[in-house]
Nanobody, 122 residues
Framework: QVQLVESGGGLVQAGGSLRLSCAAS??????MGWFRQAPGKEREFVAAISWRGDSTYYADSVKGRFTISRDNAKNTVYLQMNSLKPEDTAVYYC?????????????????WGQGTQVAVSS
């Protein structure tokens, strides 16, 4: 069982930046993804990264503003969020899958964190 713990959320003004972290309990955490869910909306894909970090994927809404990265020695994946907008406000979830390839579908992920709140004021 892999446990994932997110941190780094908070309140920021539009145009600001935040860096989310996701620490995994297991030494092996393969394909990783970030998803978000705003009030009244479905959970949506944000970014994903393969085990080796050589493949990354982004939702169109965050391309050029968000960057996903990982440090396998620290069992941690990051989401650097720049130029934040009010529409980025959501609970952000980290997810892990038992496969080295990254995907965009939440259905393919096996483990989920509890989430961290990001609020962007206008």
């Amino acid at each position: 069982q892999v446990q994932l713990v997110e941190s780094g959320g908070g309140l920021v003004q539009a145009g600001g930046s935040l860096r989310l972290s996701c620490a995994a309990s297991a030494r092996t955490f393969l394909g990783m993804g970030w998803f978000r869910q705003a009030p009244g909306k479905e959970r949506e894909f944000v970014a994903a990264i393969s085990w080796r970090g050589d493949s990354t994927y982004y939702a169109d809404s965050v391309k050029g503003r968000f960057t996903i990265s990982r440090d396998n020695a620290k069992n941690t994946v990051y989401l650097q969020m720049n130029s934040l907008k009010p529409e980025d406000t959501a609970v952000y979830y980290c997810a892990s899958r038992n496969h080295p390839v990254a995907t965009m579908s939440p259905l393919t992920y096996d483990y989920w964190g509890q989430g961290t709140q990001v609020a962007v004021s206008s």
